[in-house]
């Protein structure tokens, strides 16, 4: 079963765009490691929240994606860039549009 993952992110101020330039870069290598969706978002009414959703093929490929050294180097680039407060949400995909059958 694939696997999902929604996460509200907060950045500090002043600092939104410069984390979504590092969460957008490499979707060709998000897409190796097995992500099937991987959206980011922002609202105006929150600006110092970033929304990611993602589908994984499973949620050892999600975990492994963790290791890769480019996944570990965007996360250390970003990471000065945020507060630390995170609110994420996983679950199992039972399908949906643009979700692989």
Known sequence: MRYGMSVAMHVRAGQ????????TRDGDAMRALGCDLYLVGV???KPDVIYVTEVWTSR????????????????????PMLTGEFHSTEF??????GVPG
């Open 16 to 23: 939104r765009d410069a984390v979504v330039a590092i969460l």
């Open 43 to 45: 609202s105006d009414e």
């Open 60 to 79: 050892q490929a999600h975990r492994a994606s963790l290791d890769h050294p480019a996944v570990q180097a965007a996360i250390a680039e970003a990471m």
């Open 92 to 97: 199992d995909v039972v399908g949906g549009l």
